[in-house]
C-alpha cells in the first residue's frame, strides 16, 4: 500500500473540515495516532439512525416471494408465464440476496458521528486517506482518477475499500469479496432467465437468440475472472498474449452489453404476442402486495 499513497505526500493536498471517513481511514487515524480512541457509538445508536427498518425490507422480500408463489402457481396449472415477468424475478431474486445479506445494514443515516483529531493531519496520513477515498461510481467507470479529495460526505463508491479483502490466487492475482458476489450474481441472474427456456416467442429466430444470450451472460462474468487470471499469469515475458486476452476481454463485455440489451427488449416484444391464457389470473393474486 505504502508505494501507491507515496507519490501524493509530495503534493499540495487541502484538507478542509469536518470531512467524512470510512472504516479503513477510521483505523489509519487511529494507527497515526490522529485520534486517541474509537468513537463511543454503541450499535443501538447505529440502529436507531437507520432510516429503513427490519419491517421494511420485510416487506420487500415478501413482495419478491409473493411473486415466487405466482410463477410456480401458473406452473402448476400450465399456465403461460411472459418473459418480462421471468426478467422481473431474476433483478427480484439479486435483489432479495443483497437484501438478506444486508438486513442489518443502517441506511441514509443523516446525523455524523464527530470525531476530533489529537494533531494535524501530516502529509503522510493525508495520502492514506485519499488513497482509501475512492473517487464515486461514474468517476472510476468512466476511466478517470479514482483518487479524490476529502470531502464532508462519503460518496457512492465503485467499490467499497473494506469488501476488497479476498481470494489471493496465483500469478499475484486477487480476487475481491465484491468480485466473488459479482460473479455469482451474474450467474444467478442468467440462471433465473433459463426458466422461459421453452417460452413460445414471437420467431424462432427470437426464441433461439434468447437462449444464446441467457447462456452467454450466465457463463461470461466467471469466464471473464478465468482469463483475468490468465492475462495475470503470461503477462510476464509474454506481451503479445497478454494483448490478445485482453483485447478477448473487451470483446466478452461488449458481448455481454449487447445480450443484456436484447434480453430486455425481447421481454417488452413478447409481451405484444402473449398467448390469451397469460392472462388468466390464479389464487395467488389474492395474496396481499404492492401492485
Not at 464527530?114 to 464515486?136: H, M
Not at 469479496?177 to 433459463?194: K, Q, T
Not at 436484447?262 to 402486495?289: C, K, N, Q
Request: charged letters at 20%.
Amino acid at each position: 500500500m505504502e508505494e501507491k499513497w507515496t507519490r501524493f505526500v509530495s503534493d499540495n493536498i487541502e484538507v478542509k473540515y469536518p470531512f467524512a471517513v470510512n472504516s479503513a481511514q477510521l483505523c489509519i487515524l487511529l494507527a497515526e495516532g490522529v485520534i486517541d480512541r474509537l468513537p463511543p457509538i454503541t450499535e443501538d445508536e447505529i440502529n436507531d439512525r437507520s432510516k429503513e427498518d427490519l419491517a421494511v425490507k420485510l416487506l420487500a422480500l415478501l413482495q419478491v416471494l409473493q411473486l415466487v408463489v405466482q410463477l410456480l402457481t401458473r406452473r402448476h396449472y400450465d399456465l403461460p408465464t411472459s418473459q418480462l415477468e421471468i426478467a422481473v424475478l431474476s433483478f427480484a431474486t439479486c435483489t432479495a440476496i443483497t437484501y438478506m445479506f444486508w438486513l442489518r445494514k443502517p441506511k441514509d443515516i443523516k446525523i455524523p458521528t464527530d470525531l476530533f483529531a489529537a494533531r494535524e493531519l501530516d502529509a503522510a496520513v493525508k495520502g492514506q486517506l485519499v488513497w482509501l477515498n475512492d473517487g464515486g461510481f461514474f468517476k472510476n467507470n468512466m476511466g478517470t482518477s479514482a483518487y479524490a479529495s476529502l470531502k464532508p460526505t462519503i460518496p457512492s463508491d465503485a467499490y467499497s475499500v473494506e469488501a476488497d479483502l479476498g481470494i489471493r490466487l496465483d500469478a499475484g492475482m486477487q480476487m475481491a469479496s465484491e468480485d466473488v458476489g459479482f460473479a455469482l450474481g451474474g450467474v444467478i441472474f442468467g440462471a433465473c432467465h433459463c426458466i422461459a427456456w421453452d417460452f413460445p416467442f414471437p420467431t424462432p429466430i427470437e426464441q433461439k437468440l434468447w437462449r444464446a444470450s441467457i447462456l452467454f451472460t450466465t457463463v461470461v462474468i466467471p469466464a471473464h475472472y478465468l482469463l483475468a487470471w490468465l492475462l495475470s499469469w503470461v503477462s510476464k515475458g509474454k506481451p503479445k498474449v497478454s494483448r490478445v486476452l485482453f483485447k478477448v476481454v473487451m470483446v466478452l463485455w461488449v458481448l455481454y452489453a449487447l445480450s443484456r440489451v436484447f434480453i430486455l427488449a425481447e421481454a417488452l416484444r413478447s409481451l405484444f404476442y402473449l398467448p390469451s391464457d397469460t392472462f388468466v389470473s390464479t389464487w395467488s393474486s389474492v395474496i396481499p402486495h404492492i401492485g
